[in-house]
């Protein structure tokens, strides 16, 4: 869905209101608990989520990622060190919340994203089904998670469910600086033109506070859009962006960051060809699995 600047995958921000997120803040715990909505997937609209279930244990069903070995049966299994992610952390944020279709006062507060305004979250978009982002989001990070720590990697994630609200967008950022990560990911899936196509990885524009994680995070985008496209079958965007890449100066999730990240669109759920593709527990895990052979690549690649 396009969002309120008319601009499919922008998220606006309202100058001024300062009073409205110092107030937010000065709620306290209960507001760190409430969530932001970091990109630019577009509101929902009035309609709530339709009902989304998932398998408890999707990735118990998965195929294992390593081919069979050809070393004996008794050999040990590798150390942990020998694991690609051996001592690495890795960041996940998936995008918006469950809960955020009923809590519009709480998620449209506004907080510093770093260059202006922008609400604590959104609800995130649907498919016209009414198939939420939020679900496909969260779906895409358990897979994510379970690929990660199978490699050996620690995973921090922004939230583990999908009933809750938020947090906002600021402080998805800040748990994951504070994890020290050393590289993250921002899932999402974009409300844009329903006749625009394919994926967008979003990456950040120096600011000061990510200044120092430019260059390694365009160097993760090239590998996240590389690993799309060898491991999914969505296309690069065809309505935003410049071969599936596109620059962003009004995200805090990208504005605030202090380790390597991007923010993805994995697909536009507006668009039925893509939406047929993204509610698909197959479709979250071949995204879940390339973004993995991203974060080994661009990690390996950092030494
Ligand atoms: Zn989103």
Not at 15 to 38: F, Q
Not at 67 to 88: C, M, N, V, Y
Request: proline share 7%; aromatic share 4%; net charge neutral.
């Amino acid at each position: 869905m396009t969002d309120r600047t008319g601009r499919p995958g922008f998220h606006p921000f309202t100058r001024g209101g300062t009073g409205s997120a110092r107030s937010l803040w000065l709620a306290g715990g209960a507001l760190a608990l409430c969530g932001l909505a970091v990109c630019g997937c577009g509101p929902a609209g009035a309609a709530g989520p339709a009902s989304a279930s998932r398998s408890p244990s999707r990735a118990a069903t998965r195929p294992a990622a390593s081919p069979p070995s050809a070393a004996p049966s008794a050999s040990p299994s590798p150390s942990p060190a020998a694991l690609p992610l051996a001592g690495k952390i890795v960041g996940i944020d998936p995008g918006h919340n469950g809960g955020n279709f009923n809590a519009a006062s709480t998620i449209g507060q506004e907080i510093w994203n770093g260059t202006g305004w922008e609400t604590c979250d959104t609800s995130g978009t649907t498919t016209e089904s009414g198939y939420t982002e939020a679900q496909f989001n969260f779906n895409v990070a358990l897979d994510l998670r379970a690929d990660l720590r199978r490699d050996g990697a620690r995973v921090v994630m922004t939230r583990t469910s999908n009933d809750g609200v938020g947090p906002c967008v600021n402080t998805r950022s800040q748990i994951i600086n504070n994890s020290r990560a050393n590289v993250a990911v921002d899932i999402h899936a974009d409300g844009g033109p329903v006749s625009g196509r394919g994926f967008t990885v979003l990456e950040p524009v120096a600011d000061g506070p990510n200044d120092h994680v430019i260059a390694a995070s365009e160097q993760f985008g090239a590998d996240v859009r590389q690993a799309m496209l060898a491991g999914t079958s969505m296309p690069e965007s065809d309505y935003i962006g410049t071969d599936g890449i596109l620059p962003r100066d009004d995200l805090a999730g990208l504005n605030l960051t202090t380790v390597p990240k991007v923010l993805i669109e994995c697909g536009n759920m507006r668009n039925a060809t893509d939406a047929q593709m993204l509610v698909t527990a197959r479709f979250q895990a071949r995204v879940a699995r390339a973004l993995t052979a991203a974060i080994v690549r661009f990690l390996g690649g950092q030494g």
